[in-house]
């Protein structure tokens, strides 16, 4: 059975009022590499901000590493963060840079340094000070911070937001190194649904501060098959007919008189002289294969 090293139940957090989660519960392995999606006021940061302490939940609960209440800011220095920019100077070199915040958190072991510059690929850039460096570099050092301690979890705000495709590759392959060959367990946001389908392991999906689905990349692949997207101008009476007459259950109705079928994808010629011979008008019919992103869409809707 894998180890619960995050979980959080029934969250609350106010601001001036306003709730910006609302009763949020998620659940973290080891090993995880756990996806929040969400718009932007969604919550997410919020949630990071907790976990991190730079926030505090105005109702709930937050076990980590099995560890709750004060015991929780202990468990702490198990993790690493980049939340926000973490104000590196712009005078000083790469190498520079960690050992300043190195000596300031009083993380032990200079020699990490060069370790971690490593692992995200920043080793050779020299006396090359952060003022010069690229949108990508300044992204690989600020990665480089968060794993300077060698965390257990590391927790990521859209680490990829800005960065051009070669940029986004290089973050997903520093990032799939630590979860494969240190079993780091990852907390990641990102508005790059089709990038974070590369990673993740888990998802939580996140509307108006509360979590509408938890799921797995397992289950998501199963849920996310292939179907006929069906346009008609008369859906019940479609519904009808892909039950009685075609035995079709699995379905889904959704506005602008849109049907997603996902049975009999090669029976789609059948599915059209049916409907036509009860006198149901075929606006469109499409054959799609859904990813995350619209899976995210599809269950905003939805919601």
């Given amino acids: 059975m894998s180890e619960v090293i995050l979980s959080m139940k029934d969250v609350t957090k106010i601001y001036n009022e306003t709730k910006a989660l609302d009763k949020v519960s998620i659940e973290i392995n080891r090993g995880d590499i756990y996806g929040i999606i969400g718009n932007n006021g969604a919550g997410k940061t919020t949630i990071m901000r907790i976990i991190s302490g730079q926030s505090f939940v105005s109702s709930g609960t937050m076990e980590l590493f099995g560890s709750k209440d004060d015991d929780v800011r202990k468990q702490r220095k198990r993790l690493g963060c980049l939340i926000e920019n973490p104000g590196f100077c712009y005078s000083m070199t790469a190498y520079e840079n960690l050992e300043y915040f190195r000596i300031q958190f009083g993380i032990p072991g200079k020699e990490n340094i060069n370790k971690v510059l490593e692992e995200v690929g920043l080793r050779d850039c020299g006396k090359k000070k952060y003022k010069d460096f690229s949108l990508g570099m300044k992204q690989r050092l600020g990665i480089a911070l968060a794993i300077l301690n060698s965390?257990?979890?590391?927790?990521?705000?859209?680490?990829?937001?800005?960065?051009?495709?070669?940029?986004?590759?290089?973050?997903?392959?520093?990032?799939?190194?630590?979860?494969?060959?240190?079993?780091?367990?990852?907390?990641?946001?990102?508005?790059?649904?089709?990038?974070?389908?590369?990673?993740?392991?888990?998802?939580?999906?996140?509307?108006?501060?509360?979590?509408?689905?938890?799921?797995?990349?397992?289950?998501?692949?199963?849920?996310?098959?292939?179907?006929?997207?069906?346009?008609?101008?008369?859906?019940?009476?479609?519904?009808?007919?892909?039950?009685?007459?075609?035995?079709?259950?699995?379905?889904?109705?959704?506005?602008?008189?849109?049907?997603?079928?996902?049975?009999?994808?090669?029976?789609?010629?059948?599915?059209?002289?049916?409907?036509?011979?009860?006198?149901?008008?075929?606006?469109?019919?499409?054959?799609?294969?859904?990813?995350?992103?619209?899976?995210?869409?599809?269950?905003?809707?939805?919601?």
């Fill in 151 to 303: 965390p257990e979890l590391l927790i990521l705000d859209e680490p990829t937001n800005g960065l051009d495709p070669e940029g986004i590759i290089e973050i997903r392959n520093i990032l799939i190194n630590l979860n494969k060959k240190k079993n780091t367990t990852i907390l990641i946001s990102s508005h790059i649904l089709s990038e974070l389908s590369n990673i993740a392991t888990k998802y939580g999906f996140l509307k108006n501060g509360k979590i509408i689905e938890e799921i797995s990349m397992e289950d998501l692949q199963r849920k996310c098959e292939s179907y006929i997207d069906i346009t008609v101008d008369k859906v019940e009476a479609m519904c009808i007919v892909l039950e009685k007459e075609l035995n079709y259950k699995n379905y889904k109705v959704y506005a602008n008189n849109h049907i997603h079928l996902y049975q009999g994808i090669d029976d789609i010629k059948k599915i059209c002289e049916t409907a036509v011979l009860n006198n149901i008008g075929i606006l469109e019919v499409v054959r799609k294969v859904k990813n995350l992103e619209n899976y995210y869409m599809n269950m905003m809707e939805e919601n």
